[in-house]
């Protein structure tokens, strides 16, 4: 291979590493690492590559580097660990179905497991670059897939299955396979793993749909809960105010009779009708309000003590379904550990400032804690109830949706309270 080839070939090899990097965005969502370390892996992925493919062009090494280096690639993001192993099968066998087409176009496609006589056309390079990274450009219209949020086992080992047989497929096809039977191989493979593709993007779409659909159910029951709370509220007042006159004259009858224990039994009958529908929450912000005063409605009715503090403004740029996720969350939490002790607390405390939003629950419980640990040792789930598996994730929903804004959220505890805080940081522009 002459110099004018290789710079060739590592020219698209560098393209390749791009069209990688594209299909990086397809299947993730969000990048943990930063830009220089993510620029740092990615030449990890072309360095070696380039490499074994220069000076040894061994198929079977030119395989192992390229899914080594892939797999690295791949811990740049926020995903599990299963997802980045399928990521790595499916975007080398996506390239590496370019990569076959080309070869036998070109007619020199022989190759075995330990030796290759690889085409050294440069126009064949050429085409493999620009045609990978067109194909990965084209595969952002999959939108959803990056969302996760079809967590299937079967589905995970169906798409593992499909990637790894098109690329046993391609292998021994560039070995056994005749030209032409090749390419239709090859062109089927790749309609397989589109076709893949799309049904996971489809899945996704229709999840998020579900998902969003129980969210805004969620928002118009809390709403709806919320103007009753305020009409019972208005109708409260009109019939204190048009019995006014006849609970004080009674009042002042058993007072003026010496009847003090039938005063204060009488006087502590109409506090109880007062509290009977309390508001909790009354700061004009209507998704705040729907959604703690609806929690907590039946609070009084189970000897739960409330102390509210908010501070919250009529609007604050923060998506209502957040907010559902984020306090509904909480206070289901909260609700659940006081309904398992006889102290039954539960403070609230709620402050916007200067574009920032603090949210703390404290609540009495067992002190029973059960720890899970996610990706990179990351506590995702604190349960206080044994042998569930689904216990735990409100909080993971909850640390999710603060991530949109850019917020934390922090876990703390002793013997006997529970604390959860929770900083967003108001969205200046929609994203």
């Known amino acids: ?22 299909m990086m965005g ?30 040894w062009g061994v198929p ?32 080398f066998a996506i390239i590496a179905v370019v990569d076959v087409i080309i070869a036998a176009a070109f007619g020199t496609y022989q190759i075995g ?25 084209l595969m952002r219209m999959f939108k959803d897939i990056k969302k996760g949020t079809v967590n299937s086992s079967v589905f995970f080992i169906m798409n593992l299955l499909i990637s790894l047989s098109s690329i046993v497929i391609l292998l021994f096809g560039f070995m056994y396979f005749p030209q032409m039977l090749l390419i239709i191989f090859t062109i089927a493979v790749f309609g397989i793993n589109v076709f893949m593709y799309h049904i996971y993007n489809i899945l996704s779409a ?19 809960t919320q103007c009753q709370l305020m009409q019972e509220s208005v109708d409260r007042v009109k019939t204190i105010r048009h019995d006014m006159k006849l609970h004080l004259a009674t009042a002042a009858e058993y007072n003026a009779n010496g009847k003090t224990g039938e005063l204060g039994d009488y006087l502590l009958g109409l506090l109880g009708d007062i509290n009977a529908s309390e508001v909790y929450s009354g700061t004009g912000n ?23 503090d908010i501070h919250m403004p009529p609007t604050f ?6 907010i559902v996720i984020i ?10 550990a006081v309904a398992k002790v006889k102290d039954k607390i539960i403070n609230l405390h709620i402050k916007a400032d200067k574009g920032n939003l603090f949210i703390k629950i404290e609540n009495t419980f067992d002190g029973t804690v059960i720890y899970t640990k996610g990706k990179d040792g990351i506590t995702e789930a604190i349960t206080t109830r044994k042998n569930s598996s689904n216990h735990g994730y409100g909080l993971k929903n909850i640390r999710q949706a603060a991530k949109k804004y850019h917020g934390h959220m922090e876990i703390n505890h002793d013997k006997n309270v529970f604390t959860v805080g929770v900083l967003l940081y108001e969205r200046v522009t929609a994203e």
């Open 206 to 224: 229709a999840y998020e749909d579900k998902l969003k659909s129980a969210l805004h159910t969620q928002e118009r029951e809390y709403y709806f």
């Open 286 to 308: 209507i998704a705040f309000d729907s959604i703690i005063n609806f929690k907590l409605k039946t609070a009084a009715a189970d000897n739960i003590k409330v102390k509210i």
């Open 317 to 322: 740029n923060i998506e209502v379904a957040d």
């Open 26 to 55: 397809v299947f993730f969502e969000k990048r943990r690492t930063t830009f220089v370390v993510y620029a740092l892996s990615l030449l990890f992925y072309f360095v070696p590559s380039s490499i074994a493919f220069l000076v």
């Open 113 to 137: 497991l330990t030796y290759s006589s690889y085409i050294n056309n440069r126009m064949s390079f050429i085409l493999f670059g620009g045609i990978s990274y067109i194909l990965a450009l």
């Open 327 to 336: 306090l509904g969350n909480l206070l289901d939490n909260a609700l659940e």
């Open 1 to 22: 291979m002459d110099a004018y080839t290789i710079v060739v070939y590592l020219i698209s090899n560098f393209v390749i590493m791009l069209a990688y990097e594209r």
């Open 60 to 91: 079977v090494i030119n395989m192992s580097i390229s899914f080594i280096t892939l797999f690295i690639v791949t811990l740049n993001y926020e995903s599990s660990m299963k997802k980045r192993f399928v990521v790595m099968l499916s975007s």
